[in-house]
């Protein structure tokens, strides 16, 4: 939990409040009219804050990946894709010059 200050408060004290997140780990919340303003929290949390938000580029690509995989198609109950190739079968001699047919 985080320790609460209204602004007026937190100006008289801020010397006291950084040496309380630096040294004691606390984190603070500055309120103005009861409502939080901003907080005050150490380098090493706000590190572990950004770290959230942007993860390094190999845990989006493992996320992106997962994401792909785990989208099924309309009318798949399994998931699986499937691309359909058209053939047409057609009897030797019948075919274009290089395919079975007569040269």
Known sequence: MAYEIPVTQARAE????????????ERVVVTR?????????????L????????PPAEEQV???VSGVHSTRP???A????R?????????PGTGVSGEGGPA
């Open 78 to 81: 399994t998931g699986e894709r």
């Open 83 to 91: 691309f359909g190739i058209a053939a047409e079968h057609r009897a």
């Open 14 to 25: 801020l010397a006291d409040l950084i040496n309380r997140v630096v040294y004691g780990g």
């Open 74 to 76: 309309a009318g798949s």
């Open 47 to 54: 590190e572990k804050l950004d770290q959230l938000e942007n």
């Open 62 to 64: 493992i996320t992106t």
């Open 33 to 45: 009219h009861g409502r939080p303003l901003v907080a005050l929290v150490s380098a090493a949390d």
